[in-house]
């Protein structure tokens, strides 16, 4: 019987690096995860070490192979990872801890870069990047660091701007990254699919920009060195990925205009994939996937997949210069405070155990509380870097079990209030179940807060922490052939009949329409006091 082959998907998250093997079938070979410390010396500060990356992709491939993967049938690696950080490389190797895509320490920084691209002769910058300059953004950060450390900005560092794409460096010697991550930046141009290259310049940074590809293009190939340290076959292309936004999309099998769905992470976010781009969008507008793909015929000879006997075929890049016209676009709002909120009340009511506080959160007693969980400032549905968190409602009767119920309901309000700022009511958030991803769709008692609150059931997706990287793979089976269409894709790979679906309760769901209310007023009451 002839070996079936495989590929190889990486997720660099903020929390833990994961990766997993797939057949060409869609069979799960793999999977093993590395968690990840972030180190926060200072309010607002959010760093990693990039070396942790690297480690952790050394410790995967080694679980792997000591699992038996035959990695030698590997056809492919693609990855996906964190988005919108300032990563600065010297010859491929990291000169500064990354600063995440939650770090906030610029703000003072804002200010400059609104200075500088206030000028009308620029434009709209926002509606030119799909988002604007916040805290949280990547000419904010290094301006941070001119001032702070000017020498790691001297001769024309590498800028990388999501962290699978110093391994890819790493990997293959290439600095690079696609457009779904670009579009965070504040740099990537929507309408041409292009970084503004003079706009750095323009704040007096000298920075060599990685080059753009979409996901299913060819990155490069593993080099001998990084082969023999990783137990890789040496030659085996490396593609280009896409960031977690996207790939968490894909993985969810959320694909076409129209369909949606909420991430709660760390940080969290609501997705919706649209094609009109005129159409107003709070947050992030991502390219997902490009201009219409074609696939070659993946049976003609090709000797530089090794031993695979089969095809590599090259996606026509765009000849337009206006990429988003012909492919889908996703919106993301996103949240800073979900997951983190989520350990934080872990933490603090149940000495870290989440399955305590589950408990804690079941036998609680209703209650009109009210928490505005916004811990370390916030990006939607407010954008406030100053903001923190807040207990509306505190009595003599409130237990530990009700404050934390109180946060992650808080959560939940701050979604909806993001999915009515684009303009879409709850009840009409989603015309079938909303698919909740991500480390906080295992809270029962939080899938059956969002259900209430938005009227709506919820479909929890078996290996709801793995769909980044099955969504990273998409890519690997579209270069290989093995996947014509996002359809077929996810008709042969993201099939699971073992969704778990959660029905919202009508009566809580009226409560929680009154609690929603009062919610919204909570931001604007206290917003002077931070």
Known sequence: MKPEELVAAIDVGSGAVKGVVLGRSGRLWAEHTVALATHEARPGHAEQAPQDWWAALEEICRAWACAGVPLTQLRALTMTGQMQDVILSRGGRATVPALLYSDVRAIQEVAEVEEVFGDARLGDVAAQTGNPHTAASVLPKLLWLR????????????????????LTEQLTGVHLTDHTTAATTGLYDLSSGRWHLGWPARLGLDLELPELRWPTELAGRVQEQAAARLGLPAGLPVLTGLGDAGATTL????????????????????GAVIRDLDRPADGFRLPLLGPGTEVPNPELPNPELPGSGRRSPVLPRPLMPSPLMTGPVLTVSPLTNAGSAHRWAAVTFAAGDYGRLERLMEEAAASDLLCLPYLAGERSPVQDPHARGVFVGVGPETGPGMLARAVLEGVAYALRATAEGQGEPAATLQNGPLPLLGGGSRSAVW????????RTPVKVPARAALLPVFGAAYAAFVYLGWSVSYEDYRRDVLRDVSDVIVQPDPERADWHDRQFGRFQRVYPAVSSLF
């Open 251 to 270: 993985g969810a099998g959320v694909g076409l205009p129209g369909e949606r769905y909420a991430y709660l992470g760390t940080s969290g976010w609501l």
């Open 147 to 166: 001032r702070h450390a000017p020498e790691l900005l001297a001769g024309r560092p590498r800028l990388h701007v999501g962290a699978k794409d110093l």
């Open 447 to 454: 899938c059956q807060i969002l259900a209430d609150v938005f």
